[in-house]
Nanobody, 120 residues
């Protein structure tokens, strides 16, 4: 199973970006699909978490404050993260994470990450 993120880049403060993540491979079922982020020297933190098996995002990091919206398409094994009103402190590598059943057992998988830089 592979997770591939896309959509990162350089954006000015107040701007928007849309991240996407697609899961592929030997997928029998996906429980949760989530977004995390990490900056150098800090622990990886939750950005947005989807409901188990559902297509809604039920939990966001406190720093989101209504600026980000997650969406999920279970038929395509994709999740998106629409990020608005970006701030310099949102600069980080953003990772997709999924809890996947490959037909025999459950495993957590991570993507390689996509860099988001918010700077003027």
């Amino acid at each position: 199973v592979h997770l591939v993120e896309s959509g990162g880049g350089l954006v000015q403060p107040g701007g928007s970006l849309r991240l996407s993540c697609v899961a592929s491979g030997n997928i029998f079922s996906i429980n949760s699909m989530n977004w995390y982020r990490q900056t150098p020297g800090k622990q990886r933190e939750l950005v947005a978490a989807s409901s188990s098996g559902g297509n809604t995002f039920t939990r966001y990091g406190d720093f989101v404050k209504g600026r980000f919206t997650g969406s999920r398409d279970n038929t395509k094994h994709t999740v998106d993260l629409q990020m608005n009103n970006l701030k310099p402190e949102d600069t980080a590598v953003y990772y997709c994470n999924a809890d996947v059943h490959d037909g025999s057992s459950w495993h957590y998988y991570w993507g390689q990450g996509t860099q988001v830089t918010v700077s003027s």
